[in-house]
C-alpha cells in the first residue's frame, strides 16, 4: 500500500544522509568539553568567566550558571563559540576544539 507521508519523510531523509555539520568557517565540528575542578570560590570564578570576550549573562540551569560564548563583533548574527557551565565543584568548557589546540 502507498503511504505518500512516509515516502515524504523518506526522501527528506536521504537528503540529509551525506551532510556535515560545520562551523560558519566551514571547518567540520567535532564537539569537545575540557572539565576542571574548582580551587577557587564558586562566586569569583563566575565573576571572572564574565570577563572572557564574548561572554553573555550566565543563566540557571539544574543548579548550574551557563554562560554562552558569542564570537566577540559578530553583529547583527552573533555566532555561538561555546558554552561554560559552572556547577558547585567544577567547571566544564564546551566548545568545538580542546582548550589545548587554542593555547598551543
Known sequence: MENPWRDAL?????????????????????PHSDHFTLLADHDHVLRLQQR???????????GDHVIAVLRPGAEPSPTVIGQLVLSAQRLTVESQRRISDRVC
Open 52 to 62: 572572557v570576550p564574548g561572554a553573555q549573562a550566565p543563566h540557571a540551569v539544574d
Open 10 to 30: 523518506d526522501a527528506l531523509t536521504h537528503r540529509f544522509d551525506n551532510l556535515t555539520l560545520t562551523n560558519t568557517d566551514g571547518d567540520a565540528i567535532a
